[in-house]
């Protein structure tokens, strides 16, 4: 059994900052890209960004330059510093890996239960 549990969500006003964390626990024998995602109210969950076991970064075009991700692979923990925060990036905010668990023999998907982000402004 894998979990993905995130934590750092919470409510901010517009430019502050938040850092989001997501530790994968369970019977995880290695871990590929890990990212984050985000789901708006009556909009499609999107990705934000995406670090890869090499620590490659990608980052959506509206959030470069602001959100950075980092991963510690000890820890199996990825996570998403938030910087000059603004309303419309209030959503829902999702860890998203692709791993592979202890005697398994293929790569699987698993999603954290969210973590709400609120930028009043």
């Known amino acids: 059994q894998v979990q993905l549990v995130e934590s750092g969500g919470g409510l901010v006003q517009a430019g502050g900052s938040l850092r989001l964390s997501c530790a994968a626990s369970?019977?995880?024998?290695?871990?590929?890209?890990m990212a984050w995602y985000r789901q708006a109210p009556g909009k499609q969950r999107e990705l934000v960004a995406t670090i890869t076991s090499g620590g490659i970064e990608n980052y959506a075009d509206s959030v470069k330059g602001r959100f950075t991700i980092a991963r510690v692979n000890a820890k199996n923990t990825v996570y998403l510093q938030m910087n000059s925060l603004k309303p419309e990036d209030t959503a829902v905010y999702y860890c998203?890996?692709?791993?592979?668990?202890?005697?398994?023999?293929?790569?699987?998907?698993?999603w954290g239960q969210g973590t709400q982000v609120t930028v009043s402004s």
């Open positions: 369970g019977s995880i024998n290695s871990i590929n890209s």
């Open positions: 998203y890996s692709i791993l592979r668990t202890m005697g398994a023999g293929k790569w699987s998907t698993y």
